[in-house]
């Protein structure tokens, strides 16, 4: 069964930090894109950053510029979001998302709870 499980969310002050975690099972996970999503109630779901299969190439939006690094572990099925800096407007519920290039497969994760608030 496939399935993506993010974990690391909770509750944070402005100015902290956080690391997501996704751990992928029930798929060749080395060769899927993943990113990270984010959405809160209210807004429409946007992208956070984006980490191609090999690692080599990143994507971040302009809000998480500087402050977020995606990275991934294939050896362990696992990609990483590290948050510093964090922002009240960066309170939501975070999605780990797989696809496959060049294939109609795409993978959600059931998301993990970020706060920041003081």
């Known amino acids: 069964q496939v399935q993506l499980v993010e974990s690391g969310g909770g509750l944070v002050q402005p100015g902290g930090s956080l690391r997501l975690s996704c751990a992928a099972s029930?798929?060749?996970?080395?060769?899927?894109?993943m990113s990270w999503y984010r959405h809160t109630p209210g807004k429409e779901r946007e992208l956070v950053a984006t980490?191609?299969?090999?690692?080599?190439?990143?994507n971040y939006a302009d809000s998480g510029q500087g402050r977020f690094t995606i990275s991934r572990d294939n050896a362990k099925n696992t990609v990483y979001l590290q948050m510093n800096s964090l922002k009240p407007e960066d309170t939501a519920v975070y999605y780990c998302?797989?696809?496959?290039?060049?294939?109609?497969?795409?993978?959600w994760g059931q998301g993990t709870q970020v706060t920041v608030s003081s």
């Open positions: 998302h797989a696809r496959r290039p060049a294939y109609d497969l795409n993978y």
């Open positions: 029930g798929f060749y996970f080395s060769i899927y894109t």
């Open positions: 980490i191609t299969s090999a690692g080599g190439t990143t």
